[in-house]
């Protein structure tokens, strides 16, 4: 090839094509454009340019070079011509250079798959000659091109294949084509001349069978075929047997479709528009005035979708558009508008109408029209006229007409009388009119609903009356009125715009139902909340003042002043700030001598007896109700109780009894266990104590009686003594600790909030213990209790708690020796003594409590009072704690003794087996204090060890 570098144009042709054809490596040769080749092989060109081969081969040229070296070639235009019984491997896939491929000749082997070059744009055209009829794939071209390459095939057998939605223009013509043509082709232009296709022509083609228009010119036509442009040509051919090859069949399918695009441009789309744009004219069909323009770059859908430029389009609110290829033209809206009416005429059941923006024909719009609320059949329609076919019968009275294209709507008054014409127009078409927005035609006068009720109503056409919807109001339902809730509830204006309610000073609400009244400190200093009811803060427990600001203050312990006054000690919670301090006892004022945040002292005037105490500071008054109790004036001779019940001797520098061999108890009054009253002795089992683990009671008895004692619940008392709170405490006790002679239990009996702590300890020997100040002796085989409340939370800091204990007593057996009925003395139940007493009496037996009148509030002695209620054998002990925070501590002890009025029976069945003598000291801690005794569901069992003979004979005392 080195040898024709200066040649533009070459050409070697010969009838064996047997040249074998060599190409310099490397070379590049831009010189040579055009080349024509008869080889019997395919040499690779890279390097080389041309405008235009033609190639011929042999039969000895090998298949594979074309796959090869086809890539390679780089041409404008290219011919191939294979021998007649050549059969080649498809191979145009592999090009990226040719736009205009003309295989002349030569049968492809059949193809094993499809072949997708539609992203190879560089193809214009492709002219595909001579292919054998096995060139399908599935029964479709096996290759896509890109929607801008057009095909040409010749000697393709076969029925015609589906479009494969690829490619604009296929040339068809003079192949030995069969069957029928499938609708997909409507988008291409198609010429299928002289094949052997039968059935109907699709009418996308039909309908422009009479169009003189000749190919488009955007259209690239293949070399080397005789092509011919009318439609109706490229259909023709005697071997062809469509059954509507015929040009006058009336073309009854094309249905366009405008719509604006902007001043200059509208779209064509719609069924059978065509595959010309110039087929389209705008107004006027005269040439050179009205033909549609095409958009530069604007896609082109052919049969589909045209853009169509005019300057005509310019204000134009509707234009007729001309369609030269079929002969058929529609006025179409380019502007959404309701219909018109210039006149209605009705010919017995047929009305006519005239007027603009109806359907342009049957089916281009959804268009509806009723005649006194019946539809009217449309039979014909275009855009300035209709007809229906009515079965409204004919009479002298208006009736309404209501057209409805799409979403426009337009009604009319017409009278429908035979060849009654009704063609009076009203002013402005009623617009604005204040006698209604409907005209009658009949008479030109405005009626029906004033601006057809704002569209928030129902209009009532005959009456001329609107019906407005919920919330409007006004004659033309023009007015927006939401009525507010409960009216404001006569507290507020109403806005019937938005029905919300704008509420007077100090109510709210969405009805302004709330008093709503704003504290001086809306946050009440974040320690409460405002009571919008009333303005004022409800301040949290611990708070108080007109804006929380203060802490509220309560007493925990009190030291008093004997009965002559003097220096008075309140201990508790009282904050920093002391304004206007006062502390009153009683009725009587005891002057601050010192404040601070635990502690406040006063001098106490002269009294006697148990009194409240007010104490007020920060415009907050406290009162500790029975809290202060006046201590006696020390004296030389004090009085025992009961005079020692003559069994024993009064030391009257302490009023306690020493009482004589043979009885004890607080005033002498019972006898030691196993005595007689004329003090012989007698022999006695061991006492036993039972404490039931599930409900904490302490079991006391013999063979002839039983006594019971238990904590039976803890109170929250309000100023009022009302009960706020009350926690039983009968049950759920767990043993937290256990040794040889102390029982521990526990219980959280609000959740956890605060705990009660109750421990059982077994007195083995004698021992003196002391309490608040107080000292005392804990005799053997009596039963301490120690309870302990922790954390208690109460309600108000006004209030207080109340520990309540129960004893009863039950007969087990008759005892016709001691026989007597249950007693109960409380002569020396006396709260301002140190030391009080209750004896509860059955059969001469005599169960005896002792009450220290104290209680350690927040580790701090204090006075505590006792109360009882006796109900027929039981009896209720209340103890009234103060406001304990931290801890509370009380301490009563329970004796079980025989009367000195008690007689043994001679029966030797009759020995008494006693259970233990219980005392009982309760500490409350955080609250108020609590004993019983729970573990899972068995009992424990105390044994108390003790002679089985005991002689009283020393002198003993009971303190």
């Known amino acids: 090839m080195s040898y024709v570098e200066n040649v533009k144009n070459f050409k070697h042709q010969s009838l064996s094509a047997n040249t074998i054809v060599e190409v310099d490596s490397g070379a590049e040769n831009k010189n040579l454009k055009h080349l024509t080749l008869s080889m019997s092989n395919f040499p690779d060109f890279r390097g080389y340019q041309f405008d235009s081969v033609t190639f011929t081969f042999s039969n000895t040229l090998n298949p594979s070079e074309v796959i090869t070296n086809f890539q390679y070639l780089n041409a404008s235009s290219a011919q191939f011509t294979f021998p007649s019984n050549y059969q080649v491997p498809f191979y145009l896939h592999l090009n990226s250079y040719i736009n205009f491929m003309n295989h002349y000749n030569g049968k492809f082997q059949t193809p094993t798959q499809f072949y997708d070059i539609s992203n190879l744009v560089n193809y214009q055209s492709i002219s595909m000659g001579f292919v054998s009829e096995d060139f399908l794939y599935q029964n479709k071209i096996p290759f896509k091109v890109s929607p801008t390459t057009n095909l040409a095939f010749s000697y ?137 323009k095409s958009v530069p770059q604007a896609i082109i859908r052919y049969g589909y979708e045209y853009y169509c430029n005019q300057d005509s389009f310019l204000n134009s609110t509707s234009i007729i558009l001309y369609n030269m290829g079929n002969n058929l033209h529609y006025t179409f809206s380019l502007v959404s508008n309701p219909p018109t009416f210039t006149s209605i005429i009705t010919t017995e059941n047929k009305v006519y109408a005239i007027g603009t923006f109806f359907s342009s024909y049957l089916g281009q719009s959804e268009q509806t029209i009723k005649i006194a609320g019946t539809n009217c059949q449309v039979t014909n329609t275009g855009f300035t006229n209709f007809t229906c076919i009515t079965s409204v019968t004919l009479s002298s009275e208006k009736q309404l007409v209501v057209i409805k294209n799409d979403n426009q709507t337009k009604k009319v008054f017409a009278v429908f009388e035979n060849n009654r014409l009704n063609n009076k127009q009203c002013p402005n078409d009623c617009v604005g009119s204040q006698f209604g927005d409907i005209c009658d035609l009949s008479t030109g006068t405005c009626v029906g609903c004033p601006n057809d009720c704002s569209g928030h109503g129902t209009c009532n056409e005959l009456e001329g009356k609107c019906e407005c919807n919920p919330n409007y109001i006004n004659f033309d339902c023009s007015e927006l009125y939401i009525v507010c809730p409960n009216d404001c509830s006569s507290h507020g204006n109403c806005d019937t715009n938005t029905g919300k309610c704008s509420c007077n000073t100090n109510y709210t609400q969405d009805d302004c139902s709330e008093l709503y009244i704003e504290c001086k400190d809306p946050t009440c200093s974040s320690q409460g909340h405002c009571d919008t009811s009333n303005g004022i803060c409800d301040c949290n427990n611990g708070f108080g003042g007109d804006k929380c600001e203060f802490s509220q203050h309560y007493i925990t312990s009190v030291n008093p002043s ?180 102390i029982y521990t239990f526990e219980q959280s009996p609000n959740q956890d909030e605060f705990k009660v702590i109750s421990t059982i300890e077994q007195i083995e020997n004698d021992k003196s213990v002391s309490f608040a100040g107080i000292d005392f002796l804990l005799t053997n085989n009596s039963i301490k209790f120690t309870v302990l409340i922790k954390n208690y939370k109460y309600q108000s800091f006004l209030n207080t708690l109340q520990l309540e204990m129960e004893s009863n007593t039950t007969e087990l057996t008759n005892d016709d020796c001691n026989s007597k009925e249950t007693q109960l003395d409380t002569e020396n139940l006396k709260n301002q003594y140190d030391l009080s007493y209750i004896k509860l009496s059955k059969n001469n037996i005599d169960f005896v409590g002792r009450f220290i009148n104290k209680v350690v509030s927040d580790s701090k002695p204090t006075f505590l009072t006792t109360s009882y209620t006796k109900l027929n054998d039981s009896v209720t002990i209340t103890l009234h704690l103060p406001h304990c925070v931290n801890e509370c501590l009380i301490d009563p002890d329970f004796s079980a003794l025989l009367s000195s009025n008690f007689s043994e029976c001679k029966s030797p069945k009759q020995n008494i087996k006693w259970k233990i003598v219980v005392g009982v000291v309760v500490g409350v801690v955080g609250v108020a204090c609590i004993c019983a005794f729970l573990y899972r569901k068995h009992l424990f069992r105390l044994k108390i060890k003790a002679t089985k003979e005991i002689v009283m004979k020393k002198f003993t005392k009971y303190i």
């Open 156 to 292: 393709l057998s076969g029925n015609l294949p589906e479009y494969n939605g690829q490619g604009s223009e296929y040339i068809y013509d003079n192949n030995q084509l069969t069957g029928t043509i499938p609708e997909s082709w409507c988008g291409t232009v198609l010429s299928v001349a002289n094949n052997q296709l039968s059935g109907t022509i699709p009418s996308c083609f039909s309908c422009y069978f009479n169009s003189t228009a000749s190919m488009p010119s955007s259209i690239s036509q293949p070399t080397n075929f005789l092509f011919i442009t009318t439609m109706y040509d490229r259909f023709a051919g005697s071997t062809n047997k469509f059954t509507n090859y015929d040009k006058n069949i009336p073309c009854t399918t094309y249905k366009p479709q405008v719509k604006y695009h902007n001043q200059t441009t509208i779209i064509i789309s719609g069924i059978d528009i065509g595959h010309q744009l110039n087929h389209y004219y705008v107004n006027t069909a005269i040439l050179g005035k009205g033909l549609c």
């Open 562 to 741: 004997n009965e002559n006054g003097g220096e008075t000690s309140f201990y508790g919670s009282f904050g920093e700030q002391h304004n206007q301090l006062s502390v009153i006892i009683g009725s009587k004022t005891c002057p601050v001598t010192h404040s601070s945040n635990e502690l406040i002292n006063c001098t106490a005037p002269p009294g006697k007896g148990i009194h409240s105490v007010n104490i007020t500071q920060n415009n907050i008054v406290y009162i500790g109700k029975d809290i202060y109790i006046y201590s006696k004036v020390p004296q030389n001779i004090f009085e025992c109780p009961k005079n020692c019940s003559s069994h024993g001797k009064c030391n009257t520098s302490n009023g306690k009894c020493e009482c004589y061999l043979g009885y004890t108890s607080f005033d002498c009054g019972s006898m030691l266990g196993g005595g007689n009253k004329d003090n012989s002795t007698t022999t006695t089992e061991p006492p036993t104590s039972n404490v039931d683990n599930s409900t904490g009671i302490v079991d006391f008895q013999n063979e002839r009686i039983n006594f019971k004692i238990f904590l039976k619940s803890l109170n929250e008392i309000d100023i009022n003594n009302n009960i706020v709170k009350s926690y039983p405490l009968v049950s759920d006790w767990t043993v937290i600790k256990t040794q040889s002679n």
